[in-house]
């Protein structure tokens, strides 16, 4: 579940009922930009594990650092950079990973690569050319090559990224939204899919955050998307 809040103490009230139903708390760069490394300690304390998503997208070297201090963290089982960062900076993150767990069990490395918010329209307009789909299988399969261990991506990409990097390269996928008046709601997300679509084109992990965080009764929300990818699950996922 996404913690997108700006105050750490907000955070932990809304995130401590919710422990019990969820399988990880992510957190992002405006609660980690308020409280840094203390946001991440004091939600690993409530038990589930932490997708630390900062999406790091630099230099090679100064990715392999912020990578190297985010594996010393507690709780972290996911963190991420930016695929558009580049097959060398991905490699160094990788290494740097892998050399910073050799002691315990090492995070899981995912690149980012087109966010669920841009379209064919959006991307345009920062000088990538194709539509969101036919980049972000091509950047996950940058990815795989630099030794990553999975993607985030859109709803609609995950049949096509499991097709090109196969079953065990992990899909991480927000853009997430309840169905609710036949569809799914949008908010300012461009791409997106209700949870059941989602297991059953295959995603490894789900975030979703407004549906809960907004919702009058977050427990409940949680609940009901819950039994979503339960029925999902138990109907079999479909061919990849």
């Known amino acids: ?3 997108d809040f700006g105050r750490l103490d907000e955070a932990i009230r809304f995130a401590r009922p919710m422990a019990d139903l969820v399988g990880m708390f992510k957190i992002n760069i405006h609660l980690f930009s308020a409280a840094g490394p203390e946001a991440v300690r004091q939600i690993a304390a409530l038990g589930p594990g932490v997708f630390l998503d900062l999406k ?4 090679p070297n100064t990715v392999a650092g912020a990578v190297a201090a985010a594996a010393n963290l507690p709780g972290i089982e996911l963190l ?4 558009t960062g580049g097959l060398e900076m991905m490699r160094s993150a990788a290494k740097t990973l892998a050399e910073a ?19 064919h329209v959006a991307l345009r307009q920062v000088g990538i050319g194709g539509t969101p789909g036919t980049r972000a299988v091509s950047l996950a399969r940058l990815a795989k090559k630099a030794g990553l261990d999975g993607v985030v991506a859109s709803p609609h990409e995950i049949k096509s990224i ?6 065990d390269f992990l899909i991480v996928v927000p853009g997430v939204r309840p169905r609710q008046n036949g569809g799914p709601r949008r908010d300012d997300q461009a791409r ?9 084109d295959g995603a490894d992990y789900l ?6 965080t907004a919702a009058s009764d977050p427990q409940a929300a949680a609940r009901g998307i819950l039994a979503e990818m339960d ?7 479909r061919k990849r």
């Open 56 to 59: 790091y997208h630099d230099i």
């Open 162 to 167: 499991r097709r090109a990097c196969g079953k």
């Open 207 to 212: 975030v979703i955050g407004r549906p809960i």
């Open 1 to 3: 579940m996404a913690l």
């Open 80 to 83: 991420n950079v930016h695929a």
């Open 101 to 119: 767990s050799q002691q315990g069990k090492r995070p899981k490395l995912l690149a980012v690569t087109i966010l669920t918010s841009l379209d």
């Open 231 to 237: 029925e999902a699950m138990a109907g079999g996922r």
């Open 192 to 200: 997106v899919a209700t949870p059941g679509d989602a297991i059953r």
